[in-house]
């Protein structure tokens, strides 16, 4: 095991908007509280809620989107625990199985739950088929949740039709983890920005450190995070991806990260979308 983030990130020399929203992040442990599951497939050192609140200090970040790491599995606690720290201030994405009962999700709900992820990722222990992600958007809907969803760039056209039938928003992670180095152009891009037509569909332009083919200050990811927050202004929302799971590049700068934004949105009125009024109405922060 290894630390999968920086523990020293740069300032960043951007100063962000008063209210700014890391929209997605994860917790890992400790583990002497949080436990991994025996058949977990990726077993991370500690990323611990301190830490995570120590980095959103120095990066001027005010609130946050907490998502439940596939290394805890269904065992949403280390959420929970994060949230009830910054109550009102910090949401929580849960992994759940999509037979979740109702008592389940309304007692979830109270702890500051918003959201059910699931993974469509070769590396990851897939929950559930598409179907049955829709059809527990029913049971979501009902408390106001969303879903957000984590798929391989090959599966765009696989999952999308299905996906627009969900009852409740669908959230994209990490730009469908398209390859940047392909260009604006490829069929996969193309298969996106038409899914991102429907106004279900949100997206985070995260993951600029996993799309690149060209490594930091990652121009070629930018370019494309750029192009969505252009095109779909009202429905984009951003993220450190902190601690950076499962990275297969150089671990990122998350104050590199930052200043990064500066690229995607580049005007005070985008960068206020992106990091302030779109995540207060999507996510209903309290504080």
Known sequence: MSLTYNPTP???????????CDAHFHIFGPQS??????????RPDDAPKETMFALHKRLGIARGVIVQSGCHGFDNRVVADAMADRPGSYKGVA?????V?????RAMD??????????????????????????LGARLAEIGWHLQVHFAASLIDDLIPVLRE??????IDHMGRIDAGLGLDQP?????????EDEKFWMKVSGSDRSTRTGP???????????LVARFPDRVVWGTDWPHPNHQGPIPDDGALVDLIAEIAPDAASMDRLLVSNPQRFYRFTV
Do not use: E
């Not at 509280?33 to 990726?42: G, Q």
């Not at 992994?95 to 037979?99: R, S």
């Not at 969900?166 to 959230?171: A, G, I, Q, R, Y």
């Open 101 to 105: 009962d109702m008592a389940t999700l």
């Open 33 to 42: 509280r949080f436990p991994y599951p025996d058949d977990v497939r990726f």
């Open 10 to 20: 740069t300032r960043p020399n951007l100063w962000l908007p008063a209210g700014a």
């Open 217 to 227: 200050p990652y121009a070629d990811a930018a370019m494309m995070a750029r192009d």
């Open 110 to 135: 109270a702890q500051g739950f918003c959201g059910a992820r699931f993974n469509f990722m070769p590396h990851l222990a897939q929950a559930a088929s598409p179907q049955q992600v829709v059809a």
């Open 166 to 171: 969900s009852p409740v928003p669908v959230v």
């Open 188 to 196: 996969a891009y193309r298969s996106l920005l038409a899914a991102m």
């Open 95 to 99: 992994l759940l199985p999509p037979d």
